[in-house]
Every structure is written in structure tokens, then in C-alpha cells.
């Protein structure tokens, strides 16, 4: 079984560094800004041999009872709790600081075992913070630098009493292994996108029945992209909350630059997404931009309208209908799908709708009834007329792949077909096969000439 570890500290220790080091990737942002982590973040890491969940942690901040600050030393305070070890560092650089002995004294009244690292020891400069460091009365400390790998023997030599035997691994191993495994059992990708302040993060704690983000009425809370396991109904989900997406001119300040690209990134890289609309204010320009992008990506697309509860119903609708018809013509069938994430409604209604353009994603038609289609289709409107005057023939389609579905179709003259007609194609196939929601590839390519060589 994997050892929960803990990374906790005051702001800009070097904590998401150090979860980064540990990951071997890029995993949190790291930015010279006190504070950018906010939300816990969960990942599942291999140090040598041993299986590590880290949590990384906001820094402790002074707050009021309800404020941002508030909120994040909750999360913390979580952490800590859930922890097998924690992993308390400092700044040798900035020496100790008087968060660090409030922090201390927190870590010692949880009774939860820890190891002192004291972060940024790249040089002799610092041997004074590694004794000064002793003052937190959390045992003895260790020089470390996440940045540069430093100290990294002397943090494995300290987890490893903590990692525990588990019976199942080898058979986990297995199933892992298997080649045959459908995609129905795989893990989906499901991240949740959209504007600041549309409810993207209480969307999230209503799936998970937990206060997992930080929510609030303030814009901007979500700083980086993260990933919880989740399960719907035997459907295992990665769950991936993201940072609001502002137009690209208004974003100046590069930790905002730091944030979109981690949205996007978890967008790109997921395999449906939701774009979470405002009930106020649906399909705005920004919204547009953000569900083009996902459909040029290739990813399925699942459209919420949040705030349901204090909608003008029918105006949304209407208003809804017409942006959809009139901006969003690549894509036909997108479902939409009315909730209330602050009063939990409608939320099995939109993971079906997940689930449903999730299997349309990964759908492979038949080539029987795919030629059927297809010469049906032509029969109904023939392919214009070519650069030669004569009418370009389409002989036959081929499903090239899923997700999402690319079809290659063959001709002798594909040079001369209009996009126009291909985008009837892809139409009809959509609706004829119920692709709604999902992007189709399709590409015209000129056949074997069989009397080329004679």
C-alpha cells in the first residue's frame, strides 16, 4: 500500500517543487509568488521502491474565520490528518519564521510522525538555518533542495520504515497489465472547465459529496489543474478541476499565464470535458473560444449550465439554442445539461450525459453498414462536378480510429471535392450514427490507380 505523505509549510518553502521532484514530472505550478498553491493536491508517486499519495499544501496564512486564508488552513489541517508521515519544510534561505513555529506546533499536537527538511541548503551559506532549524522541536533536521535533487537519500532512508506490505499488489499488477482490458473499465479523463466564477469547483465538491476545493464568491481561487479518483456508479473518473479562463488580451500577470496553460493542458489531455456555463450569461465569447479549442483537440464535449435554481429558464434556453445553432456549427448534438451545483441538482443527469459521449467517442462503426450509409448518403446528394467537368467519384470509407472517430474516404480525384460536401458527410454521419457532441475526422484520399504499372 502506498504511504500518505504530507508536504506542509508556510508559503513558498519550495513545497510544489519538492512534489514535483518526487512525481519526476510537472505536476503543481511553481511560481516566485507566496501562496499560488490553494486546493490540496493529490498525486500518486514512485520514489525508488516505495508508493507514495503526496498532498501538496497551501501555506499558512493569518486569516479571518470565513476568508480565503481560513479556508486553505482547513485544507490543510485535512491533510495532516490523512497523513501516515509528514514532510514539514523550511526555508534556509529566509531562516525560521514565526508561521514555521505555529505550523510546528500544529504538526505536534496532531501526534503525526515527521521529517524536517529544511529546503534550499545549496550552499555552506545555510548550515546556520539546519541548526537553527532544531528550535521547532520536530527532531532532527535534514539539509535538502527540491530544486537541485539534494538530500534525496536521506528522505528515501526516512520513509522507508513507514511503507507497508500489501497482498493485492501482484494482483493489481495483472489486471494493470492486461492488454485486453475494454475501454468501459479504463479510468475516464473528465476535466471541468470554463470562465471564472461560473461554479466549476462547487460543481466538483457536488460529485465528490465533500468540501475537496476551495469554493468562494471570489474570481480566480482555482490556481492549477487537480486530479481526484472518483467513482459514478462502477464508472472509475479522474476528475480534473481547472483554473477559470479568462480572454487571452486581459491576461497579463504570468502566474494567470501559469494557470491557463495548466487548464488547458488538463483539457487537452482529457478525454470529455465539461465547459460549465454561467445561467446568466451563456455561450459569451470566452465560452465559444474555450469550446472551439476542445473540439479542434479532439476531446468530447458536454455543456452544463450552472445556477439553474436562479435562472430566467427560458430565456437561457432560447438564448442557449441560438448561440449553439448560430457559433458553434462544427459540432453538432452537443448535450447540454441544466444543473444546480450549490443545491446538488442534476448531477446524475450530466454524468450520463459524460458517460453517453464517452462511448460515442470511442466508437467504431462497422464497415458494413458505414458503405451502406455512405452510398446512401450519395444517392440522396451526389459529390459535385471536378476541376475536370466530370463528377468526382467517392468509391468507398474506412474507419481509420476512435477517439475521436477519423474516417478515410477514397477517391480518384479528391483533389476537387469542396469542403462543403464534406461537411454534409460528416453531418449526416453524425446524425445517423449519434455522434452528437463528439469531433469527426474525416479525410479524402485518392486510391490506387490497378492499371498504374501495366
Known amino acids: 500500500m502506498s504511504i500518505t505523505v504530507a508536504i506542509i509549510g508556510r508559503p513558498n518553502v519550495g513545497k510544489s517543487t519538492l512534489l514535483n521532484r518526487l512525481a519526476g514530472r510537472k505536476i503543481a505550478l511553481v511560481h516566485d509568488t507566496p501562496g499560488v498553491t490553494r486546493d490540496r493536491k493529490e498525486v500518486f508517486a514512485s520514489f525508488r521502491d516505495l508508493d507514495l499519495k503526496l498532498i501538496d499544501t497551501a501555506g499558512f496564512e493569518q486569516g479571518d474565520e470565513g476568508s480565503i486564508e481560513a479556508r486553505m488552513f482547513k485544507q490543510t489541517k485535512r ?44 550552499g555552506k551559506l545555510q548550515e546556520d538555518a539546519v541548526f537553527e532549524a532544531y528550535k521547532l522541536g520536530l527532531g532532527e533536521p535534514v539539509p535538502f533542495s527540491a530544486e537541485h535533487g539534494l538530500g534525496l537519500e536521506d528522505l528515501y532512508t526516512l520513509l522507508k520504515p513507514y511503507q507497508k506490505e500489501d497482498e493485492s499488489k501482484e494482483e493489481a499488477l495483472e489486471e494493470k497489465d492486461d492488454d485486453k482490458e475494454s475501454y468501459q473499465s479504463r479510468p475516464i479523463d473528465l476535466a471541468i472547465v470554463g470562465r471564472p466564477n461560473v461554479g466549476k469547483s462547487t460543481l466538483v465538491n457536488a460529485f465528490l459529496g465533500d468540501e475537496r476545493m476551495l469554493t468562494g464568491s471570489e474570481a480566480g481561487i482555482t490556481r492549477d489543474a487537480v486530479k481526484t479518483e472518483w467513482s459514478f456508479k462502477g464508472h472509475k473518473i479522474n476528475l480534473v478541476d481547472t483554473a477559470g479562463l479568462r480572454r487571452q488580451s486581459k491576461i497579463i500577470d504570468s502566474l494567470e499565464k501559469m494557470s491557463a496553460a495548466s487548464t488547458k493542458h488538463a483539457a487537452f489531455m482529457a478525454q470529455v470535458v465539461v465547459l460549465v456555463l454561467d ?43 441560438d448561440k449553439l445553432a448560430s457559433s458553434l456549427t462544427q459540432i453538432s448534438g452537443v448535450p447540454c445539461v441544466t444543473v444546480s451545483a450549490l443545491k446538488k441538482e442534476g448531477l446524475d443527469k ?37 476541376k475536370n467537368k466530370r463528377r468526382i467519384k467517392l468509391k468507398y470509407i474506412t474507419q481509420a480510429k476512435t477517439r475521436p472517430p477519423a474516417f ?14 464534406l461537411r454534409y458527410l460528416i453531418n449526416d454521419l453524425r446524425e445517423t450514427f449519434d455522434l452528437g457532441g463528439v469531433p469527426i475526422r474525416m479525410t479524402v484520399r485518392k486510391s490506387d490507380n490497378p492499371y498504374k504499372n501495366n
Open 350 to 386: 450530466l454524468m450520463s450525459a459524460v458517460l453517453k459521449v464517452y462511448k460515442r467517442w470511442n466508437m467504431r462503426i462497422p464497415t458494413a453498414p458505414l458503405n451502406k450509409w455512405f452510398a446512401d448518403v450519395q444517392e440522396q446528394n451526389q459529390p459535385p462536378l471536378g
Open 408 to 421: 478515410y474516404i477514397f477517391s480518384s480525384n479528391p483533389e476537387g471535392l469542396p469542403d462543403s460536401y
Open 79 to 122: 491533510a495532516i490528518d490523512e497523513a501516515d508521515v509528514c514532510l514539514f519544510m523550511t526555508d534556509a534561505r529566509a531562516g525560521l519564521h514565526p508561521y514555521d513555529e505555529v505550523f510546528a506546533s500544529l504538526v505536534r499536537q496532531s501526534h503525526k510522525p515527521v521529517i524536517l527538511l529544511v529546503n534550499k541548503c545549496e
Open 279 to 321: 445561467a446568466d450569461a451563456v455561450l459569451d465569447k470566452q465560452d465559444l473560444t474555450i469550446a472551439r479549442q476542445v473540439i479542434d483537440e479532439g476531446r468530447a464535449l458536454v455543456i452544463a449550465v450552472n445556477k439553474w435554481d436562479i435562472a430566467n429558464r427560458q430565456q437561457t434556453i432560447q438564448k442557449l439554442n
